[in-house]
Nanobody
Framework: QVQLVESGGGLVQAGGSLRLSCAASGRTFSSYAMGWFRRAPGNEREFVATINWNGGRTYYADSVKGRFGISRDNAKNTMYLQMNSLKPEDTAVYYC?????????????????WGQGTQVTVSA
């Protein structure tokens, strides 16, 4: 069983930055691929970024490529999402998720564990 807790969300002006964290419980964090997803009001949940078990491979949605950076620290059981050059359309609840395998995925159905989410609001 893995429990995930997101933090770092908040209100920021367009062009600003935020760093989200996802703290995981359990001894097997380093064996899981991890991902960030988001859900904006009225929209379905969408993929943002993913990272494989050792951080050696990452993949991003086109909408955030070049602005967001995903990373992880397996010694601290924590994953991060550095968000730069934020836009109002990035406003959403951001969720971290842990896959049941080590290879990364853009598909939400590949993720077994989910956090409760953290709100990110970007003002124009």
């Amino acid at each position: 069983q893995v429990q995930l807790v997101e933090s770092g969300g908040g209100l920021v002006q367009a062009g600003g930055s935020l760093r989200l964290s996802c703290a995981a419980s359990g001894r097997t964090f380093s064996s899981y691929a991890m991902g960030w997803f988001r859900r904006a009001p009225g929209n379905e949940r969408e993929f943002v970024a993913t990272i494989n078990w050792n951080g050696g491979r990452t993949y991003y949605a086109d909408s955030v490529k070049g602005r967001f950076g995903i990373s992880r620290d397996n010694a601290k059981n924590t994953m991060y999402l550095q968000m730069n050059s934020l836009k109002p359309e990035d406003t959403a609840v951001y969720y971290c998720a842990a896959s049941s395998g080590g290879g990364y995925s853009v598909n939400s159905y590949d993720y077994r564990y989910w956090g409760q989410g953290t709100q990110v609001t970007v003002s124009a």
